[in-house]
Structure formats: structure tokens, C-alpha cells
């Protein structure tokens, strides 16, 4: 027994020898006896002998045992018959003979051309023998080359997806409300996968930065200056100015006391106290009156002194230097205040927790939108033509963008795969996979030398006469 069949299991050999050579043939040891190797478990070299391949051994077994027995059978007619010839069995026997002697030089050609394959013939350093495991990793190249060239070329590539039609496909597969179901839990599932790996706390910084650069960068000034524009010129402003009256007039009223307080509290110390007090109730009387009439007159002056102030204002903001350069500056006070990055810093939290829950609802309007995006979109895939080729345009193109770029690294992978692959396991793997055929190649060969053979010694005959 030598190395490699230990490497295999353990071996049981067959037929003529108990070798552990793959070949059949008369010989014994290493030679083309009918002995294999057998056994299962893990094969080096990324290999793993399942059953189906034990199977398929015994199989290449059971046909290289016919094989020599046939060998041996065509070598036994030979003797039989050569030594009949010599005894005057009669014209008969150098028929027979010459039909055996050439059947056994086509099946010891056959053998030697079929374990030449896999590995040296008798043990021999025979040239250009035992090709699959020194040539293994030039297969591997060439297999490489034959699928980037015939198989990853652009041209091979755009007919085969346009032949498929995958728009109408599709289509026609989307448009099941079914299909929509599964396509929406599935991109359902992968969006609460990706918001469940994402830390929060870096996303919250990509945010953060995100929104203060942005915001840092565009000037809000002359934007503000036109919203308040458009405003103003619809009068869109009085509400606010209204509101602003009530709630002024109503305060006035209840704090009545407080202003006059207020108003006698500033008075000089050497005025009478009855003077303060008639003073502030005049100017507690005169600010009601005021506010009154503002809040009940439309066209107060008061109030077209506000629109005169507010469209001053909104030019200013467009225009005015000074004016847009303290509003950046306030802007920017306001952007690094801690509450204000806090704030920015939580909406992810906020957006991240509504996201997540939508998803997981299968009611949710998220979801539902999805579901009803996707159906339409079928329907429309399934019966608009030029959707439809719009579609396997960008899928041909993205196929072909993908196959042009990387087809190196797609056919590396056959090659790194191959040449990572232990020579004698790979040797035993494909022999076990196309062994059994094989050797029907050494059974038809010694059919057919042997009729050759006939063929060749009736001529002769025929000639000679």
C-alpha cells in the first residue's frame, strides 16, 4: 500500500493484483491491476468523498474489472489459439489468433492512453503521463480563459438576459399580490437588519456633522428676506400681529395694577404721591386705549408702521450687508449652542425608532406604500413594453459593466480554486466522475482492434493467395 492510498482510506484491491494503481491490466503492484483505493471521509485539497462518490468509485471499479477481464479473456483466446495454429488446428485458428493479438494491443494502447490520464503508467516517468495532476493547475488557467471568453463577454452576456426577457418576467412576478408580500417583508427584514448593525452613536455624529456643515455653509438670510417677503405682500403677517394684540390687551388688563406700579415706582422722589398716581393711571389708561385701538382697528397707523418695519426688514435681509452678516452670526451661535446639537443628535434616534417600528407593522402605512408601489410597479412591467426595455437595459448594462470589470476576479476564482486543490485528490475526484466512461474507451478498443485485427489478417490472406 503506498501514499496515496493511505491518504484515501483504506485500500481493497481487485482483480488480478491487490495494487493500488487505478489502471486494469495484467499486472500486479503498481501496474494496471484492477486494485483502487477506497475509503470515505474528508479529502485534502477542499475535497470531500461523499457517499455518491464512493458510489461512483465502486462503479469505475466494477468497469475496469470487465475491462481486464476482457484483456484477460482476448490474451487467454491468443494463447489458446497460437498454440492451436502450431498444432494444425486448420486456417480457422490464425483468424481467431490475429483477432486476439490485435484486440490485446488495442486494449493495452487504451489502457495506457486512460491511466496516462491520471497518472504514470506502471510507476514510470513516462513524458506526458499523469496529466490531470501535473497539469492541473494549467487546466485550471485554461478553464479560467474559457469562461471569461465564452461565457463573461459582453456580447454573450446582453444576449442570453435579453433572451430572457427579465422585464416582462419581472413584471409578471411582481404583479402577485403574494410576490409583493414576500418582496416587502424581505426589504422589510434587510432595512431592520442594516438600522440594528448602525451604532447610534456614530450615526448621530455623521448626522450632527452633516446637518451643521449644511446649515453653516448656506446663507438662511436672503431666503428668510423673501419668505418674509411673500408673507408680508399676502398679509399673511396680521394674524400674528392680531394675536400679538390680544394677548397684549387681555395681559394689560389683568395686570392693570402691576403697570401703574410700575409707572409710580419711576417717578422722582420729590413728587407728590397722589401726582404718581394720577400719572400712572394715565399711562396705564392711554397704553389700554392704545392696544384697543390697534387690536380693533385694521388700519391702525400702528400696524402700517408693523408691514412698513417688516418689508423694510425682508429688503434688508436680501440686500443690506450688515444686516445678512448678523444673522449668520447669530446662526452660527445658535448651531453650537449644546441644545441645539442635542436636538440634531436625537432626531436620528427619533427617525431610527419610527423607521423600525413601521417596518416591523405589517399595516403600517410604510409598509403598504411599499406593498402598493410594488404591485403597481408589475403591472405596469408586465404590460408596457418600453418599461420593460428600459428595465433589461439597465440590468444588461449593469451585468455587462459587472462581467467587463471584474471578469479577472470572476475567472480567479476558477483558477485560485483549482490550483488550491490537492493533485491527487483532484486526480481521484474527476476519475471517480468520468472513470466509469472511460473505460468503455478500453472495451470498445479491444472490440475494435480485435475486428481491425481481422480485418487486417483476412486482406492478407486474401492478397496472399
Known amino acids: 500500500m503506498d501514499h496515496r492510498t493511505k491518504a484515501a482510506g483504506p485500500a481493497t484491491g481487485t482483480g488480478t493484483g491487490a495494487g493500488t494503481g487505478a489502471g486494469a491490466g495484467p499486472g500486479a503492484g503498481r501496474g494496471p491491476g484492477a486494485g483502487l483505493g477506497t475509503g470515505s471521509g474528508n479529502g485534502t485539497g477542499g475535497f470531500v468523498f461523499s457517499e455518491a462518490d464512493e458510489e461512483r468509485r465502486r462503479g469505475v471499479r466494477r468497469m475496469k474489472t470487465t475491462a481486464t477481464g476482457l484483456l484477460m479473456l482476448v490474451a487467454l483466446v491468443y494463447v489458446l489459439t497460437t498454440w492451436a495454429e502450431h498444432a494444425g488446428a486448420g486456417a480457422w485458428a490464425g483468424y481467431v489468433r490475429a483477432a486476439a493479438e490485435a484486440g490485446m494491443v488495442g486494449a493495452l494502447a487504451d489502457w495506457f492512453a486512460v491511466t496516462a490520464l491520471f497518472r504514470r503508467p506502471l510507476g514510470l516517468p513516462i513524458p506526458h503521463t499523469a496529466i490531470i495532476p501535473t497539469k492541473k493547475d494549467q487546466l485550471g488557467v485554461s478553464l479560467g480563459e474559457f469562461v471569461g471568453e465564452n461565457f463573461l463577454s459582453p456580447d454573450v452576456v446582453r444576449t442570453r438576459l435579453h433572451a430572457l426577457g427579465i422585464g416582462g418576467r419581472l413584471g409578471s412576478w411582481l404583479a402577485e399580490p403574494a410576490h409583493a408580500d414576500r418582496v416587502t417583508a424581505e426589504l422589510a427584514t434587510a432595512l431592520r437588519g442594516a438600522l440594528t448593525v448602525l451604532r447610534d452613536s456614530d450615526v448621530q455624529a455623521v448626522v450632527g456633522e452633516a446637518i451643521t456643515r449644511r446649515a453653516e455653509t448656506a446663507e438662511i438670510a436672503p431666503g428668510i428676506g423673501k419668505t418674509l417677503e411673500r408673507v408680508v405682500a399676502d398679509g399673511g403677517h396680521r394674524r400674528v400681529v392680531d394675536l400679538v394684540c390680544v394677548k397684549a390687551h387681555d395681559w394689560l388688563v389683568t395686570h392693570g395694577d402691576s403697570v401703574m406700579g410700575a409707572v409710580q415706582g419711576g417717578a422722582p422722589g420729590w413728587t407728590p404721591r397722589f401726582v404718581d398716581r394720577k400719572v400712572g393711571e394715565r399711562v396705564y389708561k392711554e397704553l389700554l386705549r392704545f392696544l384697543t385701538e390697534m387690536r380693533d382697528m385694521p388700519e391702525h397707523p400702528a400696524r402700517g408702521a408693523v408691514d412698513r418695519f417688516l418689508t423694510d426688514f425682508a ?9 445678512r452678516a ?6 452660527s451661535e445658535i448651531l453650537q449652542r449644546g441644545e441645539v446639537q442635542d436636538v440634531i443628535a436625537s432626531a436620528w434616534t427619533a427617525i431610527r425608532a419610527m423607521i423600525i417600528s413601521a417596518a416591523e ?3 403600517s402605512e410604510l409598509r403598504l406604500r411599499v406593498r402598493s408601489s ?11 413594453g418600453r418599461l420593460q426595455d428600459k428595465v433589461e437595459g439597465w440590468t444588461e448594462g449593469a451585468m455587462v459593466y459587472v462581467v467587463t470589470t471584474y471578469r479577472t476576479e470572476i475567472t480567479s476564482l476558477i483558477t485560485d480554486t483549482v490550483a488550491g486543490w490537492d493533485a491527487e485528490h483532484t486526480s481521484r475526484k474527476i476519475e471517480a466522475h468520468i472513470g466509469r466512461d472511460l473505460q468503455f474507451i478500453r472495451i470498445n478498443g479491444t472490440v475494435v482492434g480485435a ?3 481481422l480485418l487486417i489478417y483476412t486482406v492478407s490472406q486474401a492478397l496472399g493467395a
Open 315 to 323: 429688503a434688508d435681509l436680501q440686500s443690506d450687508t450688515d444686516t
Open 326 to 331: 448678523r444673522v449668520e452670526r447669530l446662526k
Open 361 to 363: 407593522d405589517e399595516h
Open 374 to 384: 410594488l404591485l403597481s410597479l408589475g403591472a405596469r412591467l408586465a404590460t408596457d
Open 451 to 453: 475486428l481491425a485485427g
